[in-house]
Protein backbone atom coordinates (compact mmCIF):
# COMPACT_ATOMS: atom_id res chain seq x y z
CA UNK A 1 0.00 0.00 0.00
CA UNK A 2 2.60 2.03 1.04
CA UNK A 3 3.98 1.98 -2.89
CA UNK A 4 0.92 3.32 -3.98
CA UNK A 5 1.10 6.28 -2.04
CA UNK A 6 4.15 7.11 -3.00
CA UNK A 7 3.50 6.98 -6.94
CA UNK A 8 0.35 9.30 -6.32
CA UNK A 9 1.99 12.00 -4.84
CA UNK A 10 4.80 12.02 -7.54
CA UNK A 11 2.35 12.04 -10.30
CA UNK A 12 0.07 15.16 -8.66
CA UNK A 13 3.29 17.24 -7.63
CA UNK A 14 5.05 17.10 -11.21
CA UNK A 15 3.72 19.50 -13.85
CA UNK A 16 2.59 22.96 -14.21
CA UNK A 17 -0.69 24.95 -13.00
CA UNK A 18 -2.34 26.71 -15.25
CA UNK A 19 -1.75 29.74 -13.72
CA UNK A 20 1.97 29.15 -13.75
CA UNK A 21 1.31 28.37 -17.81
CA UNK A 22 -0.79 31.75 -18.24
CA UNK A 23 1.68 33.79 -16.59
CA UNK A 24 4.77 32.49 -18.56
CA UNK A 25 2.46 33.27 -21.81
CA UNK A 26 1.85 36.68 -20.50
CA UNK A 27 5.49 37.56 -20.12
CA UNK A 28 6.56 36.39 -23.48
CA UNK A 29 4.05 38.45 -24.96
CA UNK A 30 5.24 41.39 -23.26
CA UNK A 31 8.40 40.75 -24.62
CA UNK A 32 7.70 39.82 -27.78
CA UNK A 33 5.51 43.43 -27.79
CA UNK A 34 8.44 45.70 -26.77
CA UNK A 35 11.07 43.75 -28.94
CA UNK A 36 8.82 44.43 -32.01
CA UNK A 37 8.34 48.37 -31.02
CA UNK A 38 11.55 48.99 -31.06
CA UNK A 39 12.22 46.82 -34.24
CA UNK A 40 10.23 48.72 -36.23
CA UNK A 41 11.64 52.08 -34.51
CA UNK A 42 15.30 51.08 -35.85
CA UNK A 43 13.75 49.61 -39.54
CA UNK A 44 12.32 53.30 -40.26
CA UNK A 45 15.44 55.09 -38.94
CA UNK A 46 17.71 52.75 -41.36
CA UNK A 47 15.45 53.16 -44.18
CA UNK A 48 15.84 56.82 -43.92
CA UNK A 49 19.56 56.62 -43.42
CA UNK A 50 19.60 54.67 -46.52
CA UNK A 51 17.09 57.18 -48.26
CA UNK A 52 19.72 60.08 -47.54
CA UNK A 53 22.54 57.66 -48.69
CA UNK A 54 20.79 57.15 -51.87
CA UNK A 55 20.08 61.10 -52.41
CA UNK A 56 23.46 61.71 -51.74
CA UNK A 57 24.45 59.08 -54.67
CA UNK A 58 22.18 61.00 -56.92
CA UNK A 59 24.00 64.21 -56.28
CA UNK A 60 27.48 63.30 -56.53
CA UNK A 61 25.95 61.94 -60.17
CA UNK A 62 24.26 65.16 -60.87
CA UNK A 63 27.30 66.78 -59.60
CA UNK A 64 30.04 64.86 -62.02
CA UNK A 65 27.14 65.63 -64.70
CA UNK A 66 27.59 69.42 -64.31
CA UNK A 67 31.71 68.82 -64.28
CA UNK A 68 32.09 67.12 -67.39
CA UNK A 69 29.10 68.88 -69.38
CA UNK A 70 29.28 72.30 -67.83
CA UNK A 71 25.63 72.67 -66.82
CA UNK A 72 22.96 70.40 -64.68
CA UNK A 73 21.33 67.78 -66.28
CA UNK A 74 17.49 68.48 -67.04
CA UNK A 75 16.47 65.45 -65.74
CA UNK A 76 17.53 62.66 -64.01
CA UNK A 77 17.19 60.18 -66.50
CA UNK A 78 20.37 62.36 -68.07
CA UNK A 79 22.73 60.55 -66.02
CA UNK A 80 22.08 56.96 -66.97
CA UNK A 81 21.56 57.70 -71.09
CA UNK A 82 22.52 60.60 -73.27
CA UNK A 83 20.73 63.29 -73.68
CA UNK A 84 22.97 64.37 -76.50
CA UNK A 85 25.31 67.24 -74.76
CA UNK A 86 29.01 67.20 -75.76
CA UNK A 87 31.24 65.93 -72.87
CA UNK A 88 28.80 63.45 -71.69
CA UNK A 89 30.58 60.45 -70.49
CA UNK A 90 28.06 58.63 -68.50
CA UNK A 91 26.01 56.91 -67.14
CA UNK A 92 26.88 58.96 -64.27
CA UNK A 93 24.77 55.74 -62.47
CA UNK A 94 24.78 51.99 -62.98
CA UNK A 95 21.97 49.84 -62.90
CA UNK A 96 19.24 52.63 -63.44
CA UNK A 97 17.49 55.34 -61.44
CA UNK A 98 17.21 54.12 -58.12
CA UNK A 99 13.92 53.71 -55.92
CA UNK A 100 13.76 55.12 -52.52
CA UNK A 101 13.16 52.81 -49.72
CA UNK A 102 9.32 53.05 -50.17
CA UNK A 103 9.18 52.37 -53.57
CA UNK A 104 8.73 55.64 -54.54
CA UNK A 105 10.92 58.00 -57.43
CA UNK A 106 13.06 60.28 -56.27
CA UNK A 107 12.09 63.78 -57.61
CA UNK A 108 14.46 66.70 -59.22
CA UNK A 109 14.23 70.65 -59.71
CA UNK A 110 16.65 72.97 -60.75
CA UNK A 111 16.03 76.57 -59.09
CA UNK A 112 18.60 79.24 -61.06
CA UNK A 113 22.07 77.35 -60.34
CA UNK A 114 21.28 74.31 -57.61
CA UNK A 115 18.87 71.73 -57.71
CA UNK A 116 17.96 69.60 -55.21
CA UNK A 117 16.93 65.97 -55.24
CA UNK A 118 13.73 65.07 -53.22
CA UNK A 119 11.97 61.65 -51.81
CA UNK A 120 8.60 61.73 -50.57
CA UNK A 121 9.12 60.17 -47.75
CA UNK A 122 7.64 56.85 -45.75
CA UNK A 123 4.30 57.89 -46.29
CA UNK A 124 3.20 58.39 -42.79
CA UNK A 125 3.28 62.09 -42.94
CA UNK A 126 6.16 62.28 -41.67
CA UNK A 127 7.38 64.66 -44.42
CA UNK A 128 10.23 64.54 -47.33
CA UNK A 129 13.43 63.63 -47.41
CA UNK A 130 15.58 66.50 -49.56
CA UNK A 131 19.11 66.79 -50.39
CA UNK A 132 19.56 70.45 -48.57
Not at 77 to 100: A, F, V
Request: aromatic share 8%; net charge neutral; proline share 6%.
Amino acid sequence: MRGKDNEKRRSGASGFTLIEVLLVVAILGILAGVVVVNFAGKQKKAMVDACRASIQNICTAVDMYEVDTGRLPPALNSLIQSDGSPNWRGPYIRGGLPKDPWGNDYQYSQSGDGYQVVSPGPGDGTGQITSW
